[in-house]
């Protein structure tokens, strides 16, 4: 796809050199908007805005929406009122608030300046939502019936409502109170006789989620139940909006993203990496890593304090790197699997006792197999002495044994007490891990050896 | 959510005991297939298949495609024959095909026996689709309509097809030999007057796959276009299926789990954490646990190696944890950063300059800061030589800028060279790095402190 991209750029750049401005208008309109917004993201302000202008208003917007906020601004400042008030006119309510959100304060003040009063008291109103929150990411644009109507009057209300986002396919029956009482599909509509009533072709089994559920729980309920679109109620359970499934996969997609960074000791940013300064992702990086530096001053004080049990006998130095790095890496397939678990609701805090239970089987399993096969390199290959690879061998099976309980615990716990499991999944396991295995092996020396 | 479920299954099961078959019927047309299928998971297959009985037949299919493949095979076994082609008859056919991918041969040879000439047909030639190909995840069932049909014609043909999946919103157009040449949504038909030619209102700037292209390719184009419905063309053209979002929500969601788990060193799995039995699980763990202890001699090596070196400073030695660790750690946030890059296709193998640069600049800034202030905290709280301090601190230097490249480098080879870059992303870079780690301790221990 990106060598396409490419040519047509080329084709773009060119045509616009030569002033082919119709030429231009027909390439551009049979390529999707996201690509479009690529191709400008490459090009100076002043051929973007060029550009822009031979937009159709509609595919303007929507161009508008997958750019960068940098082009965005850039874009906005390069706009006459007018202009800027065609654009606000054709943006989805959502896609507005979105925008005022991350635009800087004097640009936002020109926007709001510019949409009209009802969109300017929904933007305010949409940005009072919490932040992740079903009413931040749901867009107002729907279409609602009442029970009596008849599907004939339904076709008309929709063909009034002119929305045309392809997601919405679905409209909702509201009583006098505007409560949420049931759903019925487009499809639905046109299958049944003119004169059939909603009340009768709807579907009353329908969920909801209120304007405060988090949106992850909205995009997980996206993925189990199958849904295109979901309603959002007040508390009163009151329509208010509704959420589109690609919402929902962005979502789903940006959780993912941010829970592999923290997992890697990495904070989450919205930004692709390449759009990153350096300096931005130094500020994402440097934390965990100065904080884990540190806290492997622990390892170093019980190294030291052991000093003289490696003074006599050297040749256990050697293993401490395997013995941590089995240790860590145990340790993270526990926290990790548990972490996605939790974060695809397959795993709650009252699973507990069968995760711990589960995880003491596994470990002992691994631990054994892991002991056997290094027992005997260690004699066959290594040369060791019997009791040197026994020490080595037991604390394996000791070390597996808390890294996958520990990598379990610890997840589970940060998520019953409202913490975030994926910050605590690796790196800092790892560290409480290291600290464990280095005791586990100086107790086991001690008593093995009698050092 | 958890507890509503166990509510209702406790009614459920009361009312199974009290014979109470018409209450149940209306309760169960209340709940959300995957809910049913999660409370039967908890029921003996005797009762399952009665309350399976009590359910309308399009339900039941609903339902049956939600739950888990022992489930699945026991109902079968409990079906009549004749039971078993109206589930069959009922099942969109993906879904059909799925389950013949799952079940046991004996299980397959009755399941297609029962089903029609024209599906057993259908479903022998979806089967020949590559595994994670659009071919293998696609639908056959969608609307076609030829250019010349108005929109009154398409009405009727839609009526008559009679698919009525929520995602199938949009209906295709093909010419005379079945080549896809244009899209319109159900909404524009309706819209449109009554004698208005499909062929003037279709979009003909319409992306689609074809059969043999990776599902996560597919997925990540609903993804980055916001569709919620994908054709499916074979070499000619030929539109054969369409993908719709809800498969390409279950794709994203697996293979980010997938990444994951192969991140932290784990095989993936289809099944939920809680349904794997210990010995799948250490089935999944054991051989990078082992992989990775065996390619732990490295290290050990290289400290046999060294223990002359270790035993003039012994101090030096309390400090291999922590120069180790930076340097897994680093590698880690760099590949599985690079990782993630690559799988949401923000970055692509001609990128490779630039990402190296971005982390030689981003791993110069980390490491300073970190040796800046270790080399305070070595002289100042654990009060040891300045050349010594030194010694630790330049190699930290160094060990960031190797980790820091290598685990860029190593995920941009795999993707190049056809490997899957995630397995490569962390466990094995940190092996790599803890090598590294140590030959560069004692080459600087050597120069700068002579021994």
């Known amino acids: 796809m990106a060598e396409i991209t490419t040519t047509i750029s080329a084709t773009i750049e060119s045509l616009l050199e030569l002033k082919k401005y119709n030429s231009l208008k027909d390439i551009l309109t049979t390529i999707q908007p996201i690509d479009i917004a690529l191709i400008l993201e490459e090009m100076p302000i002043q051929k ?5 202008r031979l937009l159709p208003k509609e595919l303007a917007a929507e161009v508008f929406v997958e750019m ?5 601004e850039a874009l906005i400042k390069s706009f006459s009122d007018n202009e800027l008030k065609e654009i606000i006119d054709e943006l989805y309510l959502d896609d507005a608030v979105d925008l005022v959100e991350e635009m800087p304060a004097s640009v936002v003040r020109r926007i709001l300046a510019q949409a009209d ?13 919490p932040e992740d929150s079903a009413g931040s990411v749901m867009t107002t644009e729907f279409v609602d019936l009442l029970p ?59 969920l909801s989620v209120t304007t405060q559920e988090d949106q992850e729980t909205v995009a997980q309920m996206f993925a189990k139940y199958n849904f295109t679109v979901m309603p959002v109620v007040d508390a009163e359970n009151r329509l208010v909006g509704i959420v589109t499934v690609d919402d929902a996969i962005d979502i789903i997609q940006e959780e993912a993203t941010e829970d592999i960074s923290k997992m890697a000791g990495v904070t989450p940013s919205d930004k692709p990496y390449l759009k990153l300064s350096v300096f931005e992702i130094w500020k994402s990086r440097i934390p965990w890593l100065m904080a884990l530096m540190l806290s492997a001053t622990l390892t170093s004080i019980i190294l030291t304090s052991f000093e003289g049990a490696l003074l006599v006998v050297p040749v256990l130095t050697a293993y401490i790197p395997m013995l941590m790095g089995t240790g860590g890496n145990s340790g993270s397939q526990a926290s ?50 019997a009791t040197v690879a026994l020490t080595i061998c037991v604390t394996l099976i000791f070390v597996v044994f808390f890294a996958k309980l520990v990598g379990a615990l610890i997840p589970m716990l940060a998520e019953k007490f409202g913490f975030d499991p994926a910050v605590m999944a690796s790196p800092f396991i790892t560290t409480i891990v290291d600290a464990l295995s280095l005791l586990i092996y100086f107790g086991v020396a001690k008593t093995v050896l009698g050092i």
């Open 68 to 72: 960068e906020n940098d082009s965005r």
């Open 117 to 129: 009063p009802d969109t300017r008291r929904l933007i305010n109103e949409m940005l009072k939502y």
């Open 48 to 52: 973007v805005a060029l550009i822009f």
């Open 336 to 385: 990790v699997t548990v972490t996605r678990g939790l974060s695809l609701s397959e795993i709650e805090f009252s699973d507990l006792a069968s995760v711990l239970w589960k995880e003491v089987r596994v470990s002992v399993l691994c631990g054994a197999s892991l002991a056997i096969v290094n027992f005997l390199k260690l004699l066959l290959i290594d040369r060791l002495e």
């Open 148 to 206: 009596d109507m008849t599907a004939a009057d339904a076709i008309l209300r929709i063909r009034r409502t002119g929305v045309d986002k392809e997601t919405i396919n679905v409209c909702y029956v509201i009583d006098g109170k505007r409560k949420l009482i049931g759903a019925v599909s487009i499809r639905a509509i046109i299958l049944a006789s003119e004169d059939a009533v909603i009340e009768e072709i709807m579907d009353e089994n329908i």
